[in-house]
């Protein structure tokens, strides 16, 4: 995605910029089920994605043997909440021009996934119908 703070020439005699692209100490790649957010006091746009799953139990009781080993579950005794868990998992703060500049590149990947899978699915039917013959 082009920075939209970034001049296309930074100098007036420069003909080309490199970027250099690292990774920060808290890098990491997160699963995103959904997005939450809206305007800050500055007019910025917040986002923060969320991962969603059932939850994890809170406690387990398990029964010990008279060998001391650990045998099944209690189901009864299992404690945990009832819902669905939001894991809130980063917030995302952008100003305006960096939101339509994400957005146009959301929409250009959107559309080359939407292509690959449209050519995924035509390459199987055109095999399923191969198969028929």
Known sequence: MPDPTTPANPTPTAQK???FYQKGSLFRIVHVDGAIGGLTPSLDLFVSVYNQRAPIPQVTVQ?????????????????TKEGIVREVEVGLIMNLQT???????LTDKIGLAEKAQQQISAEAQQKAERKIQ
């Open 99 to 105: 939101a339509k500049v994400f957005h146009q590149w």
């Open 17 to 19: 910029v490199k970027f």
């Open 63 to 79: 029964e010990i043997s008279e060998e001391g080993v650990l045998g099944d579950e209690i189901l009864a005794d299992r404690q």
